[in-house]
């Protein structure tokens, strides 16, 4: 049995040939770039109003205003400002030539035909700021001031969220490069088991953990190959395993790796070539945890209990697959107190508890009967850390707690 660190270790250390692909813009969410992209324009492009207002000489901002334009968004304009002038202009236009201030509609008043003055009291105003013509620029957007031309705006190994495929969108890289995605096979085993469409008579159970898996990985863009449930017969559950061997990169198999006499997976993978890394993490729940290579071929076999299935599939598998795609993706971990006192009868284990978040930030583990007890996860906002070691832990004490 190993520590779950060393076994985060030596998992995230593992290394696999993927590739690079080009995807399209809008279907990039989720996936890792593969190259550092550079701005082909600056940002702004232009020197922009960020306030519907008037546009104007600073020097002149407390004289009585001829408005020359007026400015829409998307229009260049086509009249320089001079002494006492000045355009009406709409948020996102070009600033006229002449103008150096904008203020804004809210502190404005027109009073007769196009003609405006500025309302805003002069003992409001920073008039050293006025002066050095520095105020009203804050209404003003300057070409280049977000990003300039040839300036790398994300980097390699980045994770695209929404956010950055807006920076992708206004740059241009309409086809972003990013890490292929690995082909990742899905085989439940267990004779007990029948899929979710079957109502399970007695000794049955209804197999949860295969589109638990599914599920997971569709939540991180992966699409998987799905086997099956494979029942506890050795050359069975070799066959299909050998087959989603052949066909995919990464292999996730479920159950069959406890001591049992019908645990036939550490057999399997032997037999197929898989050189067994570790099958026991000092971690509750998910002991038997058997981490499994071959030539470019990667093997988890899960636990069979779903809560084991799916905390291990978020601490381990997760981060290899970002790792992969070259994105150093961690769990997100925060620091909060813990709500009530906690007491465990047993410490030789790493514990990770399903627990809610309160509104002031308080931990508190949820109502969880092991790791069997798949109901207990879904109220749950996070996992919380015990430590080895560790079997009280009193009321305010900080913990780790990572969000699921
Ligand atoms: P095993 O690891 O095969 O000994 O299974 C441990 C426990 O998890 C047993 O109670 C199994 O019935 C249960 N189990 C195994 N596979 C699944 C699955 N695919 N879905 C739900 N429960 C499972
Ligand atoms: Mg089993």
């Known amino acids: 049995m190993i520590e779950f660190q060393k076994a985060y270790e030596i998992v995230i250390g593992t290394k696999l040939n993927i590739g690079t692909e080009k995807v399209a813009l809008n279907n990039s969410l989720g996936r890792v770039l593969a190259q550092d992209v550079f701005s082909d324009i600056d940002m702004p492009p232009f020197n922009k109003s960020a306030m519907d207002g008037f546009a104007c000489r600073s020097i002149d901002l407390f004289n009585e205003l001829e408005i020359i334009e007026i400015i829409p968004a998307g229009k260049i304009p086509q009249k320089e400002i001079g002494e006492n002038q000045c355009s009406k202009i709409m948020t996102g236009a070009p600033l006229p030539v002449g103008a150096d201030t904008i203020f804004i509609v809210e502190d404005s008043k027109e009073i007769g035909e196009n003609r405006v003055i500025y309302t805003k009291p002069k003992s409001e105003i920073d008039t050293c700021n006025i002066e050095a013509g520095n105020d009203a620029k804050a209404n003003i957007s300057f070409k280049g001031e977000d990003i300039k031309i040839g300036d790398v705006v994300l980097q390699k190994g980045t994770l695209l969220k929404p956010q950055h495929i807006a920076v992708l969108a206004s740059v241009g890289c309409i086809n ?229």
């Open 176 to 404: 972003p490069e990013v890490s292929k995605l690995p082909k990742v096979g899905v085989i439940a085993t267990g004779s007990e088991l029948v899929e979710p469409n079957i109502k399970p008579k007695d000794s049955q159970i209804r197999n949860s953990n295969g589109s638990q898996m599914i599920a997971q990985l569709a939540a991180i863009n992966i699409n998987a190959n799905y086997y099956g449930i494979a029942v506890d017969d050795e050359k069975i559950t070799q066959e299909i395993f050998d087959k989603a061997v052949s066909e995919n990169d990464i292999i996730m198999l479920s159950g069959g790796v406890s001591e049992g006499d019908f645990d036939f997976v550490p057999k399997i993978l032997k037999n197929a070539g898989f050189d067994i890394k570790f099958d026991r993490i000092a971690v509750q729940p998910g002991k038997p945890t058997t981490f499994a290579m071959s030539q470019n071929k990667i093997c988890f076999g899960m636990p069979g209990n779903p809560v084991s299935s799916f905390v291990l599939f978020e601490l381990l598998l997760k981060p290899l697959i970002y790792k992969l795609a070259g994105s150093d993706y961690k769990n997100q971990r925060i620091i909060l107190a813990l709500g009530i006192d906690f007491n465990r009868s047993r410490a030789n284990r790493l514990a990770f508890i399903p627990v809610t978040i309160s509104e002031n930030g308080e931990v508190f583990p949820v109502e969880y009967h092991g790791s069997a007890h798949i109901n207990g996860l879904t109220v749950a906002d996070g996992l919380f850390e015990i430590p080895i070691g560790v079997t009280n832990m009193k009321k305010g004490e900080k913990v780790n707690v990572r969000q699921i």
